[in-house]
């Protein structure tokens, strides 16, 4: 059923927010500031719109248990993370992890509709998506998605959503319909984000993995940074060093440490992808991927992804 709440004291409207999007800090200049939030649950999901007419900053609070999946409907939105500001075009598809630390700038009359997942069920619905656990902290590139396809697919998704949130106003919805619209929400996320463009699974990925390969995921994806060595990644794993090569071989068609090798490239790529540009910005990525040799990391992520890291870092910014 939909809830709908207005409130005009700071404090009242920081406790409404903190209700629906986790912990956050609001700042205006004006002692009215005037919020209306209307939000509702589906699944595990809450849907929520959100108008100020008020100017207000947003600033979530790092560490928190939210993710928010997150389009603006009308007025004027900026996101602003390490200094550098962005707007957000209203019908775009912004998805802020809790782990990154930003603010967002609302002029008077902006419109927001969001959609609010917890992190228990998105990590749940990733290991239901790819059979493996996900990367801890998994953060999603605070950017719209660039394929023009899938950008379109998210601005009709979330007008669906919208409906469907404005229909819950005097009912609830079926238990069973609430799951799957969570599910077909959560994986798209998921797939659009991480599997599509290979920029999280690795090459050769298959739906189903022998539990001492899955245990050898964890280990190499807690390690990137770190020298790793087959022997103590076998030992860790309760197997002999052959039985894993075999069983990389067989689920995922390539040797424990190639899995390594991609790992560290996509997790230097994904770093690189959201740092601002700068001098020794690459090198820094680089070494904290376990990459020691910078000369020999731009040759392998150019065969990898097709350009250089300074090209991507580019991008970036």
């Avoid at 920029?199 to 050898?216: E, K, M």
Wanted: contains cysteine; charged residues 20%; glycine residues 6%.
């Amino acid at each position: 059923m939909n809830t709908a709440s207005h409130a005009r004291a700071l404090d009242h409207v920081q406790a409404l927010s903190a209700r629906v999007f986790g912990p956050t800090r609001l700042h205006t200049d004006d002692a009215d500031p005037e919020v209306a939030l209307q939000s509702c649950q589906i699944g595990h999901l809450t849907l929520a719109s959100t108008r100020y007419a008020r100017d207000m900053t947003v600033e979530p609070v790092p560490g928190k248990d939210e993710y928010v999946i997150q389009t603006v409907i009308s007025g004027q939105c900026s996101v602003e993370v390490e200094g550098v500001s962005v707007t957000m075009e209203p019908g775009s598809t912004w998805v802020f992890s809790p782990s990154l630390s930003v603010r967002l700038h609302l002029e008077a009359g902006c419109e927001r509709f969001s959609v609010v997942a917890r992190r228990h069920a998105l990590e749940d619905a990733f290991r239901a998506c790819f059979n493996f656990d996900p990367p801890s902290p998994m953060v999603f590139a605070l950017q719209p998605l660039p394929d023009a396809q899938r950008a379109g697919r998210w601005r009709a998704l979330m007008t669906w959503m919208r409906a469907e949130a404005a229909m819950r106003e005097d009912r609830h919805g079926l238990a069973a319909a609430d799951t799957a619209i969570e599910q077909l929400c959560l994986t798209t996320l998921l797939v659009d984000h991480f599997g599509e463009d290979g920029s999280l699974l690795p090459r050769g990925y298959l739906p189903s993995l022998p539990a001492y390969v899955r245990r050898a995921i964890r280990y190499l994806r807690a390690n990137l940074g770190q020298p790793v060595m087959m022997q103590e990644l076998a030992a860790h794993c309760g197997v002999c060093e052959r039985t894993l090569q075999l069983g990389f071989r067989k689920s995922k068609n390539t040797t424990p440490m190639e899995y390594l090798r991609v790992l560290r490239l996509q997790g230097a790529r994904a770093d690189l992808q959201r740092a601002i540009p700068g001098r020794g910005v690459v090198s820094a990525i680089a070494l904290r991927h376990g990459f020691t040799h910078l000369s020999l990391f731009a040759r392998e992520y150019r065969r990898e992804f097709g350009e250089s890291p300074s090209a991507t870092l580019r991008r970036a910014g």
